[in-house]
């Protein structure tokens, strides 16, 4: 079992920054693929991000390449979403997931644990 919790969530203006943490507990990220999930109002849970156990590959929805990075520390416990360039489609609740197998998953089926999300919102 994984835990995870999201953070950093917030209001922000266009074109504006929010870096998003996801802290796990209960067993080490270390041996899991993590990514990042967001749903807007009225819309399916869609990829936004995804990074293979050791972070040397990451994947990203074409709708933020360019603008979002993602990260870990394996030894914190933590993933990071760095969000940059922020428009007002971002808005969203953004979920933090842990994957038990390899590489860099961007369906939300290959997801064994999910945090309880934190609101995004980007105002025009």
């Known amino acids: 079992q994984v835990q995870l919790a999201e953070s950093g969530g917030g209001l922000v ?10 802290t796990a507990s209960g067993r080490t990220i270390s041996m899991w693929s993590m990514g990042w999930f967001r749903q807007a109002p009225g819309k399916e849970r869609e990829f936004v ?9 990451t994947a990203f929805a074409d709708s933020v390449k360019g ?5 870990r520390e394996n ?3 933590m993933v990071y979403l760095q969000m940059n360039s922020l428009k007002p489609e971002d808005t969203a609740i953004y979920y933090c997931a842990a994957d038990r197998w390899l590489g860099v998953p961007k369906q939300s089926d ?3 644990f999910w945090g309880q999300g934190t609101q995004v919102t980007v105002s025009s």
């Open 13 to 22: 203006q266009a074109g504006g920054s929010l870096r998003l943490s996801c």
């Open 75 to 77: 030894a914190k416990n």
């Open 49 to 57: 991000a995804s990074i293979s156990r050791s972070g040397l590959s």
């Open 110 to 112: 290959d997801y064994d």
């Open 67 to 71: 603008r979002f990075t993602i990260s």
